[in-house]
């Protein structure tokens, strides 16, 4: 557990940190919900104060006084069951309050937040809900990036969100296979002083085959040899569900990328641009990674290998599919009450990625990290390392 | 025809009070879409300059260059004849171009079209043109007005629009049966100097039975006793398709009612209120208009019937729905090329609607006037005038 | 009013024709449903013969005793106020009760029928619900007929219904148009001793322009020009909801129409062959009805125009899409309770076909017969009629 | 590998056995297709003799010729490497080949299929495949079954499938918690001369922490005690989606129970009865499975938990669901070709389940034989045996 004082320095820089990463944007790119997964960037800037004055100093802070009692069934995502919802609304039809009033609601809550933290002795176990909040806004900084991403890339004027932002990672080492052996190996984090989600404790030990993992991620070439194969068109590459996908949403390429003039580009948060063949794939799903592996007779590691042999490889620049799927450890816990809807009711059809990305956090990410997406989606940063 | 110098007033005047319209909004309100029938005020201000843009300055002014070429697929609405469209796309999504800069947009096409109209001969058949594209934008400040209404209306603040819009007709006259003889009848519009669209032309003759219709129209209160009578629980009172759709859509009242302490509110324009019991009944279905009249034992009026006798009464504050479908008249001719998808395409599953509302422009409906909506939709200020 | 003895002769011929009908088929041919709007065989079966016993026999006939108090919610059709049900279902996921379950009901209901027809006294009202009775009952017939075709047409094994089957009528004659002048014309029906629907009475004063219709049908050969002059690709010839419509479901020529070996062949009742490009056209919707019509130039008549020109040209064997929306005449009432529901409830979003077609029963149909349904469906026997 | 001769045996007595199952049948529930998990019991039929046809006879038998060329696309099920279709049609809309015509079809194919094990050396691979394609045919006894119930079940008449048919497990032993010690354990089959499928092998080592398993099955009062307790109320207890899928669907119960008169009833294989509190719970989700554990503050065994301590209780009557989810074992290998459609195309979003259940066909499910399914299908004889 970090102490207050770190506490109250990460907060305030978390809070900074969000807010410049949409100081490129109009006012008109807050408000926008192009999909149902994708949130708009005002709702990520509220939801993130919602939590510290509904988990934080709501109850714990005296005398505190809500900013706006409304913006509880506003700004409230997914945790069922805190508040009520009046008027069943989507969040991209929400145009009041404006990105100002959220400015000044945020600007309230850090204000009493950092009051609160400099002033009151915070017993741990609240302690432990700042921290929550900490990294939520984290995870939501990353979500933030990939948002804005898809507003701006599923607009036809292809609008950059800045022109040094820099996406690709270039992967021209030469390909080796990483050998582990057979044997048995501790998983997850242990209460070490360090942040860890739920979803990672309870260190246990795991049985893994000998296998060998890739050095390196697979390239923007490499799949569009998988392409040009006839890679979707093949059926016995796929997963059933997955062949329906790919033919009903019409999928033939990763998530941004348009041939113009027979050559591959792709929207980037810098810009429409020519594909660099030699850069790290991303914006492919779980089923395009499984079907690539496919095709070459080889397969994604399951997120135990991974972990086992992560030192002996760069990561942090795509999350990584794995072929586990997101399932409580032994003896997982949920918390008590509404945060224990944080990550455990997750726990069904959805795939483990790890590893990281461009748009992650600083320090956000760690080895024993679970990361989870539905099979389908595509628009986080993610990749594909082959095992086999 | 009007004269260009009128021309050229009406345009200037028609696009000013366009933008007049929209000065009560923050940025956030010009966005979204929060359904596919509703359109985003940027759309409208956008979509009515394209207008201009394309069908006359384009090809008809000399050395006119586009503001930008990638407009056209942005704001062209269902002329599917024109153009094309990259990236398919919902208007509700598209965050940019800003608001500023179609306002920008705006401003350019109106100097172009002023420069245009003072320097140039126009050809009648291009001033028809003009003439329709001023109209056009007057029926999109209709739109616009009941579109933010919606964007509004259904956000969980209920935000009000402007203090001083005033929604309410009070019908408080007594009810009185306007006679009218059996016989044949002048219906439509000539060519009588003033504008119309071609759906209201080809003057014919229709044979009209004898008939009754009320001086006023159907109240607040009397709405009221409809729904306390059991009305929308009464399947014998409504169309087949009506009675699957008030059941899907659990609709129990008109659009923008919500019973607050056991008393009916609504929002309104100049924000949430007490329903006002003399106040002309706005925002019902066709549906509801037709399943209210056969509880009373009476009937809607048909286009015609309302033609016939409008000088007979009060109107123009309320669409009001007619028993009417929306068809050709005898010998309609629609416009050659994208002009012609004007009306005639919309001839099929349509109720006719006579009158106008409260947020209809200036000196645009006549007692010719065909307005037309699917019979489910409730965002327009339409009533509901009885007959017998 | 037909007399008591003409209703058990014309009771007892309907009742022998509706299983004359089914004698070719296999028992599995009458249980699937493949579209909302088929029925299964075994269901018109049922649901024509317990219209006998909802609304004749349980409220009329001493001591009747219910065949099955089941059947009620099973073969209850849209009879919304009548009856209950338990658990909801799809009418082709019904295997029970068996077919030869229904053939017991259908002798039992008509043997006490018939037993009620020769030894009771027959109010005029109640003779007014037997006749329509039996009109539904034939009004079924040509359903069964159509969603028979459709049930086996859309078979993978197109197997035929009967070998003997005649569905092509052979316009051969030269086109002619037919003259009408302008004036006010008497339409619909009068009580005249024959059976009418409700929708057809109120016999009324219509006026109609100077009008021109066609002698004949429009042939399957004029449509296949139509389609190879790209019909289908042009969006000025179909309104906007046709457009969607062609283009969602892949629509390109008229239903059971199949291109094998570059020529066009249908499924038709006596099995699959090549067209004949002088039979007339048929299975189209009135939504390819009126983009044709566009396409020469031309127009669909009115309900009214066909009504008025009706005695100078042939028809009969195909329903012939008019321009008219399917609407309530000048004071037309519907019969209280639930056969109200029969034909008011269904007044909107519907067009008007007239005619009747070679699966209409032997006089069944009039001149003053009014045909409805909504505009995309086409797997009624219908055709086009020009008119200018 | 077991012999040709024991072949011959097994594939005619399993050939028999499925006609059996279908004796008490009408010819009209061969038809029908209430929902798209559940297969006409026409279409099993044939899709079972097809895989002979298809996978052994076609291209192995001298002189073989197709019983009807066209079957080949109406009982291919997922095959999607083989074959054509020509009209997408829906299994339920089928109403043709008949039954009768199904039956000569199995007929022809048995009396080939014995012909040809009687006469010819078979090679080892050819013999693997039509131990699969008997394994096959026993699997689709189990769904014929779970079909046929829910066909009947679903039917508002609730006729029983036969009156001797047995569903109900009384479980009224004490319950206690087997024990098994935290280790590594051996997962999976060996190569062991009987019959497995692809997803059983690659026996591999797992290591398990310490565990407590219950030695009987969740009962129907225990999960009317949970339902009593509020358990679908409580948003704490659910998975996110699973929560939206009962809110959804309206799930308040298993699926075939009914609450008449304030007691819960269901409907079984021999008829409409009141539930026994005594009996193992059957037909609940694997949502419902998880809440319901989650309520206990229990949880469900994984698949590995339950292989290590199958010894120790008794099963083979319910379906149990695991935490797993249904993933590739270490070093999987897939069938070459259309065969290796059988199982790995659905190793994804899909849960494992373990034992067999009373529709299990005899001596087809063993220790290590792992079913699977999506989490929210209810319609298998699924159960509850919790673990901590």
């Known amino acids: 557990m970090i102490t207050t004082t770190t506490h109250l320095e990460l907060f305030s820089a978390t809070r900074k940190k969000t807010e410049e990463f949409c100081m490129p944007l109009a006012t008109e790119d807050y408000v926008v919900q192009p999909v149902e997964f994708v949130s708009p960037p005002k709702w990520h800037l509220g939801h993130t104060t919602w939590f510290f004055e509904e988990f934080v100093l709501k109850n714990n802070k005296p005398n505190y006084s809500l900013f706006d ?53 915070i017993s741990d176990e609240l302690n432990a809900v700042i921290e ?104 016995l590459l796929w ?68 972990e086992i042999a992560q030192e002996k490889f760069n990561w942090g620049k795509r999350w990584e599919w794995t072929e586990s799927a997101y399932l409580p450890y032994p003896n997982y816990k949920k918390a008590e009450g509404a945060l224990g809807e944080y990550n455990g009711k997750f726990m069904v059809n959805q795939k483990v990625l790890r590893g990281g990305s461009i748009a992650t956090a600083n320090h956000h990410t760690k080895p024993t990290y679970r990361n989870f997406f539905h099979p389908n989606l595509r628009w986080q940063f993610n990749g594909i390392r082959l095992a086999k």
Chains 1, 2, 3, 4 share one sequence.
């Open 132 to 235: 929550i909040g900490i990294h939520h806004e984290k995870q939501h900084q990353e979500l933030l990036l990939t948002d804005i991403k898809y507003i701006l890339g599923n607009n036809p004027l292809l609008p950059a969100y800045h022109e040094n932002f820099q996406e690709d990672l270039i992967e021209d080492i030469p390909q080796k296979w990483i050998h582990t052996e057979e044997g048995v190996y501790e998983i997850g984090a242990e209460k070490d002083g360090e942040f860890h989600y739920d979803n990672e404790f309870g260190q246990h030990k795991v049985y893994a085959n000998e296998f060998f993992i890739s050095n390196k991620l697979v390239t923007n070439q490499e799949y569009i040899d998988f392409m040009e194969a006839g890679g979707y068109e093949n059926v």
């Open 69 to 121: 009692e409304q913006f509880a069934y506003v700004f409230n995502s997914y945790y069922e069951s805190v508040g009520e919802k009046v008027i069943r609304t989507n969040r991209g039809n929400l145009s009041r309050p404006t990105v100002e009033k959220i400015y000044a609601y945020r600007e309230y809550v850090t204000r009493e937040m950092v009051d609160f933290l400099k002033n009151n002795t």
């Open 239 to 306: 997963h059933a569900e997955a062949w329906d996908w790919i033919n009903t949403e019409k999928i033939k390429a990763p998530q941004y990328w348009y041939k113009l003039n027979n050559e591959w580009h792709s929207y980037k948060l810098n810009g429409f641009e020519k594909i660099n063949p030699n850069a790290a794939l991303t914006h492919i799903s779980y089923y395009e990674a499984f079907a690539f592996a496919q095709w070459k007779n080889l397969r994604l590691p399951t997120e135990f290998e991974w």
